[in-house]
C-alpha cells in the first residue's frame, strides 16, 4: 500500500488546511487510516483515525474539537481538516494505515503503511 499526502503549507494563527492522503488500495475500505504528526525534536504523535468499515473516529485530546477526520472510500482518501490552526500544531503531518481497528490504533508501532509527510506551518 502506498500512501501520498498533500495539503500541507503555512497558515496565520487561527486558520484553517485540509490534508488529503490518497492511498493505492483496493481493499482501502479494509484500512484503518489515521493522522500523526512530529515537530522538531519531537516524537510522532497520534493525531486522529477513522475506521473503513464502522466510520468510527478517534482523536486526541489535543485537536478535538478543532480538526475533523473523514474518509472517501470511492475515491481511496482520508482527509484531516485542520480549523484553529495554533503556532504548536506546526509539524510535519504523515497518513497512516493499519488492518485493524481497536485500543492500539492510536499507537505508531501499530501501522503499516507510512506516507511521505506534509509540512504544516502556524506562525502567530
Known amino acids: 500500500v502506498q500512501l501520498q499526502a498533500s495539503g500541507g503549507g503555512s497558515v496565520q494563527d487561527g486558520g484553517s488546511l485540509r490534508l488529503s492522503c490518497v492511498a493505492s488500495a483496493r481493499f482501502f475500505v479494509n484500512l484503518t487510516m489515521g493522522w500523526f504528526r512530529q515537530a522538531p525534536g519531537k516524537e510522532r504523535e497520534f493525531i486522529a483515525a477513522m475506521s473503513g468499515r464502522t466510520g468510527l473516529k478517534i482523536y486526541a485530546d489535543s485537536v478535538k474539537g478543532r480538526f475533523t477526520i473523514s474518509r472517501d472510500n470511492a475515491k481511496y482518501t482520508v482527509y484531516l481538516q485542520m480549523n484553529g490552526l495554533k503556532p504548536e500544531d506546526t509539524a510535519v503531518y504523515f497518513c497512516?494505515?493499519?488492518?485493524?481497528?481497536?485500543?492500539?490504533?492510536?499507537?505508531?508501532?501499530?501501522?503499516?503503511?507510512w506516507g511521505q509527510g506534509t509540512l504544516v506551518t502556524v506562525s502567530s
Open positions: 497512516a494505515a493499519r488492518t485493524a481497528w481497536g485500543p492500539r490504533t492510536t499507537l505508531k508501532d501499530e501501522y503499516n503503511y
